[in-house]
């Protein structure tokens, strides 16, 4: 398989000014290979370095050792093609849905019906088709979010970052928006890495899970999802191999031996 995404035995440490010897590292040594279209998860216990760590696969912060390389290329700021979900849908409010997408295409010089066509691709994948002209207040949570992965995506990226993107919701709201991002994510083959607390989470959406520990952050294990994607809760429920990869994670999360 194609490697997209490869992390580079890549450190992060945080130097205090005038006190050196207080340096913190956030993440250690950590090195991942992420094929194209595969879906990775990182979790762990709160100070692991999984937000660090995407954040230095986006580029928003740059690695202090090592290097994050993707399709080729070093990543050294922001790299272009990449989309964001954040745990807030941090959408504009005074812009309308279709502002929002309209916003990200402004500088990829886009004819008027390039972007038209491009918005109305996502907001019918995204089922917003009818909320064109919603402002982001009218918009329940769910469909804020929905609206948020329709922004990320409307550029087609070939990686989709998502930092806890589903964790502010109601638990239903949350398993049919789970249903939805697998089956669009499954029909564009987006390469694509979550950030969750949540093992059922990870174990749903995954091809693998990467568990991370800390002090500083490292990679502890990588566990593989052998379950086809996309999925639906109703064959996750009662499922003994889903079961088996929730109970080794939660284990290697929670430190039980």
Known sequence: MTTCIAVRDVSKTYERPGRRAE???ALANVSLDIAEGEFISLIGASGCGKTTLLRM???LIPASTGEVVINGQRVDGVPDRIGFVFQEPALLPWRSVRDNLAFVLKRKGMSAEQVQAAIDDKLRLTNLQDFVGYYPQALSGGMQQRAGLARALVGDPD???MDEPLSA???FTRRRLQEDIAGILGTLGTTTI???HDVDEAVFFSDRIVVMGASPGSVREIVNV???RPRQHAEIIGNPEAAKI???VLSLVLDIH
Request: no cysteine.
């Open 169 to 171: 919701l109601d638990a």
């Open 194 to 196: 979550l950030v969750t």
């Open 159 to 161: 990686v989709l970052l």
């Open 246 to 248: 929730r109970d080794h």
């Open 57 to 59: 696969i986006s580029g």
């Open 226 to 228: 052998p379950l086809g």
């Open 23 to 25: 340096a913190f590292t």
